[in-house]
């Protein structure tokens, strides 16, 4: 199957190669510095779930050569958004939580617990139906690559079923059996931590590709995360770790140190963290998300990308703390809050989250990647941060295939 999409009036490529060349091949340096690799009047073609060719429209193969040409109109169209983090396996609902922040109280990471209990009672196919929605919301909101983490079962049975379910939907499966301490353990959290690295992690692994810790006050310390994660390594698990969202503390420099592919949340950074992780391949995933729900203060994106960190953007999308599943929001709170350009967000929210699950075959519209692309009803990216709140999706494929 061979799909035409032409009459591009934006196309973001996250491949600077594309916007370095004219159509006579000469190099533009301006272009070659934007990491979104734009290109203006363009097509794409399509084949067989794989992008087969990107260019300027004058170039494009004749539509007879298709079995299908989209007009885009002179739309913008962008990569599909990759989030990487997020927790769609669960059960029950927090929204008075949320109304009690609200009104003043303060989040904690406790509040997981409640929703572990209502995880433990549901039924998998009450726990499938919450997956699939949530996706059906993802997809139609431009989503093409997600996360996502188990974490809300904190027993053997129960998380095994999570990353089980998880994995029916999506190959970036996360165990997070280091979610928060279970109420059973609260007095000997290492007897959990002996249980998450022995019978749970065996398992679960088997339906995994990444181990989580959040490593944080009330959570796990760094001396437990080490020893979570190493475990987790052992059993060929690849690692990645929530840190620093309630306070400073060692999680950046722990995740940097074991090569974690991402350190996600990053709310309260030190100098040191962010030195280290300039210095690394550890991606600094964002979560604006959670900052909203929760009144904390955003992280500061701007400084971050300054100094050279890779920052990803992801919705974190879960019942207690983000409980939304829109990048296009995030995107504009990432703009408006965190000191982001438009572009920034943009390439954090598709190829950011590429880096952050160690892909090069999503985040970027360029021969041999993926064909997960969104056509947006706007003339350029812009209007994602400019017109907030307003569906501007109008088409997604994935794979080459349309899903919303």
């Given at each position: ?85 997020s927790h769609l396996v669960f059960g029950g609902d927090r929204a008075a939580e949320f109304e009690a922040r609200m009104a003043g109280q303060k989040y904690a990471a406790g509040g997981i617990r409640s929703t572990v209990a209502a995880t433990r009672a549901a039924t998998d196919a009450e726990l499938r139906a919450r997956l699939r929605g949530l996706l059906d919301e993802m997809h139609a909101q431009g989503t093409t690559t997600v996360e996502v983490k188990s974490g809300y079962g904190l027993d053997v049975a129960t998380e095994e079923r999570l990353v089980r379910l998880a994995a ?237």
């Amino acid at each position: 199957m061979r799909t035409l999409i032409t009459n591009i009036g934006e196309l973001t490529t996250n491949d600077p190669r594309l916007a370095a060349a004219d159509p006579t091949g000469a190099a533009d340096p301006t272009a070659a510095a934007d990491p979104t690799g734009t290109l203006h009047d363009a097509a794409v073609l399509v084949e067989d779930g794989r992008i087969r060719w990107v260019g300027p429209i004058g170039d494009a193969p004749a539509p007879r050569e298709a079995d299908e040409t989209v007009d885009a109109a002179g739309r913008a169209v962008i990569p599909g958004f990759v989030d990487s983090h997020s927790h769609l396996v669960f059960g029950g609902d927090r929204a008075a939580e949320f109304e009690a922040r609200m009104a003043g109280q303060k989040y904690a990471a406790g509040g997981i617990r409640s929703t572990v209990a209502a995880t433990r009672a549901a039924t998998d196919a009450e726990l499938r139906a919450r997956l699939r929605g949530l996706l059906d919301e993802m997809h139609a909101q431009g989503t093409t690559t997600v996360e996502v983490k188990s974490g809300y079962g904190l027993d053997v049975a129960t998380e095994e079923r999570l990353v089980r379910l998880a994995a029916e939907a999506t190959e970036e499966v996360t165990f997070l059996g280091a979610h928060v301490v279970p109420v059973e353990y609260a007095d000997d959290p290492d007897a959990y931590v002996d249980l998450v690295t022995g019978p749970m992690l065996d398992a679960c692994a088997p339906h995994a590709r990444w181990i989580d810790v959040f490593c944080e006050t009330g959570a796990f310390t760094v001396a437990q995360s080490r020893r979570i994660l190493e475990a987790g390594i052992a059993r060929g698990l690849r690692p990645r770790l929530h840190a620093s969202q309630l306070g400073p503390g060692d999680g950046v420099r722990l995740a940097v140190e074991l090569g974690a592919a991402s350190v996600d949340h990053g709310t309260f950074l030190t100098d040191d963290d962010i030195a280290a992780l300039a210095g690394s391949e550890t991606v600094l995933t964002l979560l604006p998300g959670v900052e909203f729900s929760t009144r904390q203060p955003y992280p500061d994106a701007r400084r971050l990308i300054d100094a050279g960190v890779t920052v990803a953007l992801a919705c974190d999308t879960n019942p207690g703390s983000s409980f939304t599943s829109s990048m296009p929001f995030c995107i504009a709170v990432a703009v408006r809050d965190m000191r982001m350009t438009v572009a920034e967000a943009v390439w954090a929210a598709t190829a950011g989250g590429a880096a952050a699950l160690r892909r090069d075959d999503v985040g970027r519209i360029a021969p041999g990647a993926r064909a997960d692309l969104v056509l947006l009803d706007a003339p350029t990216r812009v209007h994602l941060a400019y017109r907030p709140g307003v569906p501007l999706v109008h088409r997604v494929w994935k794979d080459g295939l349309p899903v919303a």
